[in-house]
């Protein structure tokens, strides 16, 4: 029977048609739980056979997974594996195998934390990256229950972020020397951190294929290697262009054309190029709050958040994953409002005038 005869004879019929693709569909799944139970089943079996496992070689093998089904940046791998760090000196310490951990283990160990001076916030976040790596033990069947599930991380008071206002934005702006060399390209960054809401590592990993300034946006790659757009302003359209003017006369260094922000030497910048610019600004501009790029950042949501901006749009302009991230301005701004109550209601005004008496 020639192909063309098979075709009419199988596909002819829509209702043959659907009948295959059920069966298809079927066969398919049967084969996915088939496998599946396979794969657990060889689990099981290496954890028999090898009842301590090269603990070296499963961080690999879990720092691999964070990369791949994750899609964590370099900088993130480095960061849950140093904290794991902390966990697994411990248990080699305490002569604990990190397969056989339970709850009273994990428990003294965070209690070593903080007899060792590390702070709440970082004890929590350490303890979140131990919780991450059970349940990537339970997954890929190491271990059948997580240690981790009633483990309880220390209570963090809210801390409202530091942000600056536009007349102290601009003084920043103001303080940048343009008769230096990165003059122009130190004015863009500070305007593209407040003006897009960046993180530092989405703003030196910008790239010129991701600018379309005249749609006014341009998209970021954010955490977890998710990609976003973000409107620009026209303020700092100029600023870009005029460091543009500069940047076509560098000498730029192969594989870094497409950066947007480069050093003297022709390489993109670094984070800590960045930050140790943003704190020799704000010295330099007689602005006394502690302030990073991510003040900045804090100062674009905040600017939004009180020009009536939905949080939800907040949300999307930041690449939060969570709107409780995003709720924290909520927060500054109710405090930015008592604040102001304070300073300014006549029967707030009235006590102090009784006090100065």
Known sequence: MCLSAINRCFFSSPDRVAALYGAARKAACTI?????????KSYMQTKKLYKSPDIAD??????????????????????YRHDLDYLLHYLQAEGTDPLGVKLDDLDHFAAS???????????????SGVRSFYRYLVLDGYIEVDPTE??????????????????????????????????HRNRAIIEMFFSCGLRVSELTNLKLSGLFLEQRFIRVLGKGNKE??????????????LWFDD???????PGEEDYVFLNRRGHHLTRVMILIMVKRLGEAAGIRKTISPHTLRHSFATALLRGGADLRVIQELLGHASIGTTEIYTHLDDETL????????????MKKEGHNT
């Open 32 to 40: 996915y739980t088939i496998v599946a139970k396979i794969r657990k």
């Open 58 to 79: 499963i961080v690999r093998r879990y720092i691999r997974y964070l990369h791949l089904e994750r899609s964590y940046s370099v900088n993130t791998l480095e960061a």
């Open 113 to 127: 934390l903080h007899e060792h001076g590390i702070g709440a916030k970082s004890q929590a976040r350490i303890l």
């Open 150 to 183: 009633l483990l309880v991380s220390p209570h963090l008071p809210k801390h409202l972020p530091e942000f600056l206002s536009t007349e102290e934005v601009d003084r920043l702006e103001a303080a940048v020397d343009l008769s230096a060399k990165e003059g």
């Open 228 to 241: 976003r757009l973000v409107p620009i302003s026209e303020r700092a359209i100029h600023e870009l262009n």
């Open 247 to 253: 940047r076509r006369h560098m000498d730029i260094k």
């Open 338 to 349: 008592r604040q102001e109550i304070l300073l300014h209601h006549p029967r707030n005004i």
